[in-house]
């Protein structure tokens, strides 16, 4: 093509060529109007002109293309229960008198999505939370679950898991931490970007 180009430029004016063909690039495709003497010196030019369209066309083609949406891109929906609360995370008991007073955090992305409410003097709480996204995410965002015991302000930490959605899906959709004799079930459902 720059072939022609260079070919139709040696029968035109250097300026009214660069003229023409910069009108052909400002507004995608444009047809230019050449008038000549001769046919083959026409024929050959719109031969050129012809090129530069398609070139243009193709162009414009390639970036009207959606892309394809990225696999490792989707929304979840993520169910997160207790199966048991006992210990501190410094193995200790939760209170001297009392049962812990379970509570959950999930964080996505180091964000706090959803915050339970506290179960009071509960060794086997009924917390269970579900969060669906509503944005799309990566299969490697981040995820964090932590259980507190609630202390009237002055709550200790009774454990945390972190992973991701992708070690998650790797096991089949859900998985479980136990530590302390702390119980943490998480599920995962993953909806693929469309």
Request: glycine residues 2%.
């Amino acid at each position: 093509m720059q072939d022609a180009l260079n070919n139709a430029k040696s029968y035109m004016k250097p300026s009214e060529f660069e003229k023409k063909h910069n009108e052909a690039k400002d507004k995608s495709i444009q047809k230019l109007k050449i008038t000549t003497n001769s046919k083959l010196k026409g024929i050959f030019i719109l031969n050129a002109i012809s090129a530069i369209e398609k070139k243009y066309a193709n162009f414009r083609n390639i970036n009207n293309k959606k892309p394809k949406p990225s696999p490792d891109e989707g929304r979840m929906a993520l169910t997160v229960s207790v199966c048991s609360a006992n210990f501190l995370e410094k193995k200790n008991w939760c209170d001297d008198t009392t049962r812990c007073d379970p509570y959950i955090k999930i964080f996505i992305n180091n964000k706090v999505v959803i915050e339970s409410k506290v179960y009071e003097d509960n060794q086997y709480p009924d917390i269970k939370e579900t969060y669906l996204t509503d944005n799309f995410i990566h299969k490697n965002t981040p995820i964090k679950i932590e259980m507190w015991d609630s202390d009237n302000g002055n709550d200790d930490r009774m454990m945390d898991w972190h992973f991701d959605p992708a070690t998650l899906l790797n096991k089949g959709g859900s998985d479980r931490k136990v530590e302390n004799a702390n119980c943490i079930d998480a599920s995962l459902v993953w909806i693929p970007k469309e």
